[in-house]
C-alpha cells in the first residue's frame, strides 16, 4: 500500500469519526426517523435520473438497502437521541464486524478460523462489560439500540457480499432509494406529522444552521466522500489490508466527541471499547499461508512415477 492510499484510508477514518457529532447535532433539530429519510433522500433523488442501476438481483440491493441503510441508522439514531453519547456509539457500532463475521458463517457458510473465534469473543466481553456499567450508571437502552444498529450493518454487509456489485460506489448510491420511503412511513406514524412540519418549517432558521450543517456534513462527505474513498481502495488492495483502518473510526469519534461536547467517557467504557477495537481488528486478521521452499535434494519418494520409467527404444 503506497504512502498515498495510507494517507487517503487514515482520511476517511477522519470523516466517518467526525460523522457521530455531527449526527448529534443533527439530532438536535431533526426527529431520528425523519433525519433518516431526509439523508438518503438528498442521495436517492439524483441518484434515481443521473446513475445507471448496479447489475445485480433486486433482492440484494434491497438487503443491503434495508440493513445498513434502514436498520443501521434508524436504530443508531434512535439510540443517540434517547442518550447515547456520540463518542460512545462509536465504539459500540463496531460490533458490526464481529456480527458480521457470525452470519456469514451461518448463512454463507464461511468457515470460522480460531482467530476469529477469539476476536469475536472478545468484542462480546467488551460489549457485554460496556452494557453492564452502563446499566448501573445509566439507561441500558441506547446501548441496546445502538447494538441492533450494528446488526442492522451486519445484515446489510452480508447481502453487499451476495450481491457482488461490479461498482460499489454505484451500489452505495442505489442503495440510499430504499430506506425512504419506509423511514417517511414510520416517521409519520411515530413521530407525527407535527413534528415532521415543525422540524422541516425551521430548517432555514438560524438556529437550525448548526443541524442543517451536520445533516450535510453526514451526507456529503462521510457517506459521498468516505465510502467513495473507501471503496476505490477496496478496488485496489485487499479488504484485510483496507479493513483495519476503520478501527481508527472510534478514535476519532471518541475524540472529537470529547472536544466538540466536552463528553467524558468512563476509565471502563475505554477499556472495553480497547477490547472491542482489538477483537474486531483480530478477527479481521487472516493468517498468513507461507509457501514452503521445494527440497533441494529431492528423495525417491517424491521423483514422478514417469521419471523412473525406462525409456523405449525405437
Not at 51 to 76: E, H, N, Y
Not at 97 to 105: E, K, Q
Not at 167 to 184: E, G, Q
Not at 218 to 235: C, D, E, F, K, R
Request: charged share 10%; glycine share 8%; net charge positive.
Amino acid at each position: 500500500m503506497t504512502t498515498r492510499d495510507r494517507l487517503l484510508a487514515v482520511l476517511v477514518a477522519v470523516c466517518w469519526g467526525l460523522n457521530f457529532p455531527a449526527t448529534a447535532l443533527a439530532l438536535e433539530h431533526f426527529p431520528p426517523l425523519l433525519m433518516v429519510a431526509v439523508r438518503f433522500a438528498i442521495i436517492a433523488v439524483p441518484t434515481l435520473f443521473l446513475v445507471r442501476r448496479p447489475a445485480i438481483p433486486v433482492r440484494w440491493l434491497v438487503g443491503v438497502g434495508m440493513g445498513i441503510g434502514t436498520l443501521q441508522f434508524a436504530f443508531l439514531y434512535l439510540g443517540m437521541a434517547a442518550g447515547m453519547p456520540s463518542g460512545l456509539a462509536s465504539l459500540v457500532l463496531q460490533a458490526s464486524a464481529p456480527f458480521t463475521v457470525v452470519l456469514a458463517g451461518i448463512f454463507l457458510r464461511e468457515r470460522l478460523s480460531g482467530r476469529q473465534v477469539v476476536g469475536i469473543l472478545t468484542a462480546v466481553v467488551g460489549l457485554a462489560v460496556i452494557a453492564a456499567h452502563r446499566a448501573q450508571v445509566a439507561a441500558l437502552l441506547p446501548v441496546v439500540l445502538t447494538l441492533c444498529g450494528a446488526l442492522g450493518w451486519a445484515v446489510g454487509n452480508v447481502c453487499s457480499r451476495q450481491a457482488k456489485a461490479p461498482n460499489a460506489f454505484h451500489l452505495t448510491l442505489w442503495m440510499s432509494t430504499i430506506p425512504v420511503l419506509p423511514m417517511l412511513a414510520l416517521s409519520f406514524i411515530v413521530e407525527g406529522p407535527q413534528r415532521i412540519w415543525a422540524s422541516l418549517s425551521t430548517a432555514a432558521t438560524a438556529a437550525a444552521l448548526p443541524a442543517v450543517l451536520g445533516l450535510l456534513y453526514v451526507v456529503l462527505v462521510a457517506t459521498l466522500i468516505g465510502y467513495g474513498i473507501w471503496n476505490t481502495l477496496l478496488s485496489r488492495y485487499p479488504s484485510s489490508t483496507v479493513a483495519p483502518f476503520s478501527m481508527l473510526v472510534p478514535v476519532v469519534g471518541v475524540l472529537s466527541s470529547w472536544l466538540i461536547f466536552d463528553e467524558g467517557v468512563d476509565p471502563v467504557e475505554l477499556i472495553a471499547g480497547a477490547a472491542i477495537i482489538g477483537g474486531v481488528l483480530l478477527s479481521s486478521m487472516r493468517r498468513r499461508v507461507r509457501n514452503r521452499p521445494a527440497p533441494e535434494n529431492p528423495g525417491p519418494e517424491s521423483v514422478s512415477p514417469t521419471t523412473l520409467r525406462p525409456a523405449r527404444g525405437r
